[in-house]
């Protein structure tokens, strides 16, 4: 049977020489922390392809490369559609963030799930991006729907803290029931956030 290391330096040895070495490094820590998404198959050549493609991911990102060995299911998901990912379909993020903060996790459990989800979903859209599987507009779509929906779930949650140790916020003049609004203000307000953008945002008592 062929063994992590031959294996790690067939699927780099596309690479530029110079890069071989630390890209051979990393896949063999991930096939270390993860040998299911390296196990061979009867089918030799269906096996190089995704790993060539991991490859080239991990000689390319290094935020990929730490999210892939901080989840290795995420790796054994990509690997078995043929090193691609598929593409988030409008809402499915939004759906999983729901999901995790239904019934109101505490702050930690909280934190951690929505740090998960972000790491999961930046690799996954960086990665379709980095093989040019992704336009342009889907890359900008998925990054907007993952800021919306996670500052969406902390801002829900926040505002459960402050009812539940100081009461309902209510407005001064009317007497009703006020929250907190969160504008997201530059690529995120348009819709427009990338791989590289920061979020702003502005908080308001209306």
Known sequence: MTN???ICRTAAATLPES????????????AERNPAAFAPTANKDRDQKPLKILAQVVASSDFITRALAALPELLVEIQAAGGVPQARETGEI???VDR?????PDRETLARELRTIRQKE?????WRDLIGAAPL???VETLSELA???IGAALQYAHREVATHHGEPVGGDSGVPIRLTV??????GGRELNLSSDVDLVFVYP
């Open 122 to 126: 930046v690799a996954r859209v960086g």
């Open 183 to 188: 504008l997201g203000l530059g690529k995120l």
């Open 100 to 104: 995790v903060s239904r019934p109101g």
């Open 137 to 139: 507009e889907e890359v």
């Open 19 to 30: 890069l071989r070495p630390l890209t051979e490094h990393h896949l063999f820590q991930l």
């Open 4 to 6: 992590r290391a031959e």
């Open 148 to 150: 919306d929906s996670t």
């Open 94 to 96: 939004s759906l999983t």
